[in-house]
């Protein structure tokens, strides 16, 4: 067991790049008139030699007038140009055939005087087809699942649940410290991405990379009697006001719907949630399955982990301040 967890956290710090990455294609396909359409997106990129030239592709009938206009920055591309339509677009495709492994984009089309569509696109599937009647279940579906990858797969957040989670342990402290935790996060959450607050979003990585430094020492001190181990949910509210401020960054990062903006904020939060309860019940089910099998191993193999999470965020947190 002990392996296996050395292992794990191993994958999460040879990964610091994906720390806390949710940063998809974004397209924006808008019915000018009749027939023109505004078609912009942006592009994330991993290195500055990444390609800047990928477009979007069209529906078959429609044709992008003159040339696109790129508007570069180090590590994302933004483009825009016109588009000509003969026709219809419903029951046509559009997409970013270039996504590759985890990639995924969010495509938002916005004809005239019908109901917004919004969809994501990943590299098994990528590209939609238009509706010509749009279901009003998109854009929730849409940004849940996008709530639900970002705690699964932004590494900073996950780990800190999970050092939560290690340093609380019981039942009850686990729930009271995670509802104070989504309560907190809930709130900066809301209040950023609808601009009432707001805070520079590089300081805020690296305070949330200090954050789970702070929980891998406070583990690592074991039983001893702190303010943390005594009071957990406020230590986990005070953090998820911080960690709220990540996630609206990502948010902003992909970008809200026009005239749907309070579906896409509540169920991006609500599959946050989801993806946090199946992290905390993941972890609480594998410390119950190691008290089972061996009964003496469930503190030294926490000791053992909260090693492994404070390099981790340590090494996160210098890259924050220097990289």
Not at 12 to 30: G, H, K, T, Y
Not at 174 to 185: G, N, R, S
């Amino acid at each position: 067991m002990m392996r296996l967890l050395a292992l794990a956290l191993f994958a999460l710090w040879a990964s610091p790049a994906l720390a806390d990455e949710l940063r998809p294609v974004s397209i924006q396909f808008e019915q000018v008139d009749e027939s023109r359409w505004s078609l912009g997106w942006r592009q994330p990129l991993s290195s500055p030699a990444a390609d800047r030239t990928d477009i979007p592709q069209i529906p078959d009938s429609c044709e992008i007038l003159g040339q696109p206009s790129f508007d570069n920055a180090p590590l994302a591309v933004t483009g825009r140009a016109q588009v000509q339509c003969s026709g219809n677009v419903a029951g046509q495709s559009i997409g970013w055939p270039m996504l590759t492994g985890q990639g995924d984009a969010i495509v938002r089309i916005v004809p005239l005087g019908r109901p917004l569509q919004v969809y994501r696109v990943t590299a098994a599937d990528p590209s939609v087809i238009i509706a010509a009647k749009p279901q009003s279940a998109q854009v929730w579906r849409s940004y849940f699942v996008i709530g639900t990858e970002h705690i699964l797969m932004g590494w900073d957040h996950l780990l800190f649940v999970i050092a939560l989670v290690l340093l609380v342990r019981r039942s009850w402290g686990v729930v009271k410290a995670a509802t104070a935790f989504t309560a907190a996060h809930s709130i900066t959450l809301a209040t950023t991405t609808l601009g009432f607050a707001g805070l520079p979003q590089r300081p805020v990585e690296a305070l949330i990379a200090l954050s789970i430094v702070f929980l891998a020492v406070e583990i690592a001190r074991g039983t001893r009697e702190t303010l943390t181990r005594r009071l957990p949910w406020l230590v986990a509210f005070l953090f998820g006001l911080l960690h709220g401020f990540g996630f609206a960054g990502a948010l902003v990062e992909i970008g809200l719907p026009e005239g749907e903006v309070p579906a896409a904020l509540i169920s991006f939060n609500l599959g946050v949630e989801a993806g946090q309860l199946l992290v905390i019940a993941a972890v609480m089910a594998a410390l119950a399955l190691l008290r089972r099998i061996r009964a003496g191993a469930e503190t030294p193999t926490i000791r053992f982990a909260s090693y492994f999470i404070g390099i981790t965020g340590a090494y996160w947190l210098v890259d924050r301040m220097i990289g």
